[in-house]
């Protein structure tokens, strides 16, 4: 059974760091591109950060460009999430998501109707 499961949410003040994992179980992550996504209460859905099945492609909104990082370890079946420089406004629950893209791809996707799985999703608030 394909399953995504994220961890290392949590409460981290303002201008601290937290890094989120979501480890893949079922399924390869060399076949499929990665995205992480949040969604604040009350919003949309929004495209944080995705990866290719090559690990080569990265892309970014400019609300948290130079702040996330995504990396992937496909020897542990695991893609990563460094969170630096944190704001209130990143508050909201982090899901990642995988899309079959087929090996060494180089298509990245930031639209949450291009993924297939979904994890359930770890809080991470930013306060004071």
């Known amino acids: 059974q394909l399953q995504l499961v994220e961890s290392g949410g949590g409460l981290v003040q303002p201008g601290g760091s937290l890094r989120l994992s979501c480890a893949a179980s079922?399924?390869?992550?060399?076949?499929?591109?990665i995205g992480w996504f949040r969604q604040a209460p009350g919003k949309e859905r929004e495209g944080v950060s995705c990866?290719?099945?090559?690990?080569?492609?990265?892309t970014y909104p400019d609300s948290v460009r130079g702040r996330f990082t995504i990396s992937r370890d496909n020897a542990k079946n695991t893609v990563y999430l460094q969170m630096n420089s944190l704001k209130p406004e990143d508050t909201a629950v982090y899901y990642c998501?995988?899309?079959?893209?087929?090996?060494?791809?180089?298509?990245?996707?930031?639209?949450?109707?291009?993924?297939?799985?979904w994890g359930q999703g770890t809080q991470v608030t930013v306060s004071s």
């Open positions: 998501a995988a899309r079959r893209t087929g090996y060494s791809s180089s298509y990245c996707y930031r639209k949450p109707n291009d993924y297939s799985y």
């Open positions: 079922g399924f390869t992550l060399d076949y499929y591109a």
């Open positions: 990866i290719t099945s090559s690990g080569g492609s990265t």
